[in-house]
DNA sequence: GTCTATAACCGGATAGAC
DNA sequence: GTCTATCCGGTTATAGAC
């Protein structure tokens, strides 16, 4: 997270003087926002903070709820980080899956009463952060395709239909244990870990039992009515 | 929703001065927020469609989120003369559950758009409008006490450590259905109906399946989970 | 307790000059 | 890219009338 100093012939591009500035108040903000909470940092106070104008911020964020976009981009790497080698070392589905989970889950940990904000933005449909938007997107596919490796790393036989549709529904999932953790107050959330340890579990044998050659019919009758239900979620 | 006029000698107490200025200002917000947008309707111009002073609307109603509060109480009420005469004249689970979710999907159908904004509040754990906070309590409780009705109108056998469970339950499952009901574009919400109607029947066969004898330890120990995840939520 | 009128505060957002 | 000045609307405060 710390920003790389300018000194040298790295081959990755300097930072520009505008990437500088962009960094500086999204750091500031974040700071903030953790420090006072969101609602109590005023965009004056950013600004001021990072000691630039208040017009200044809005030249790099369109609008303070942006500055929860870049934070959960950012968050977006965190995760990226910490579940390639979950994905390198595990070879069970329930592993990859458990593995990958408990990572995000304790990415998210010091951030449970900011993310609040996050997801009631996320919640309107109209909202940039919501996670089916257009601006989410990039987020969502790589998200997406951390799950579709979870998946081929395994030597778990699972038939091409659902393995195509399985990354998005686990996906899916993974929202869901996110929505349950925003709403848990239990220490260090505790209620989500067991939740998530057990439903893991049962989506693992879910997805044995699906594979089944006599769930075929059943199989092949459900997949048909998600793919009535997909607006373009994929 | 008309207001019914002083004339008379009806049991019911007749609203005071303060509770008609209470429902003008509610009736004039909630058609002007269906007519331009919640964001797009301000405080001072309720007052003034209304008639009376700014610091008026504030008298009556905390803040304007609050207004939302009121809607959703409404809603509410509709759900309620709704879903009687259902419970009424359905004897079959399927039936009643189907009804039941139907008859809340139509009445929303109104305000899908509006909804959205009540929503984003909702999926905030600080907001007195999400639904598992005091605020809301009395509402939860009685929407949960409608599924228990549900439950209790039928000749299905259920046990009774899974029928003291399933109320909630089914509650959370429509608040699922309504999650997805928000997000969904299609043309009167023609996707969600498709959703809950398979899902109907798949909680259904669920409900049947989980009854029987042979899944009693397996029930016991799902249900051992849900009680141990349960926060107040009841 | 119900209501008016008016002014002010505060903070997110925008305009336009440099 | 950066700044200053301004707008706009939710909210609060005040002082008084019925």
Not at 42 to 63: C, D, H, P, Q, W
Not at 118 to 123: C, D, H, M, Q, T
Request: with cysteine; glycine share 4%.
């Amino acid at each position: 997270m710390a920003k790389r100093s300018r000194s040298l012939s790295s081959e990755e591009p300097l930072p520009s003087k505008g990437e500088q500035t962009r960094a500086l108040i999204l750091e500031t903000a974040l700071e903030m926002f953790s420090e006072r909470g969101y609602e109590e940092t005023t965009m004056r106070a950013i600004a001021e903070k990072a000691g630039v104008a208040l017009g200044n911020t809005y030249y790099y964020f369109r609008s303070k709820e942006h500055l929860i976009q870049a934070f959960y981009e950012r968050l977006h790497e965190l995760h990226r980080e910490a579940c390639a080698p979950i994905l390198e070392k595990e070879r069970t589905l329930k592993g990859r899956l458990h593995g990958v989970m408990r990572a995000i889950l304790r990415n998210m940990e010091p951030y449970h009463q900011f993310a609040a904000i996050l997801f009631r933005s996320a919640a309107d449909p109209h909202s940039p952060l919501n996670p089916f938007s257009r601006e989410s997107e990039h987020v969502r596919r790589e998200s997406i395709g951390w799950f579709a490796e979870v998946l081929k790393g395994t030597r778990t036989h699972i038939p091409a239909d659902l393995e195509a549709e399985l990354p998005s529904l686990l996906w899916l999932y993974h929202m869901g244990i996110v929505l349950f953790w925003i709403h848990d107050s239990s220490p260090r959330q505790a209620r989500t870990h067991r939740l998530m340890e057990h439903t893991v579990d049962m989506v693992v044998k879910l997805i044995t039992l699906a594979s089944l050659p006599p769930m075929r019919p059943l199989r092949k009758s459900t997949l048909q009515l998600l793919a009535s239900l997909r607006e373009d979620v994929a």
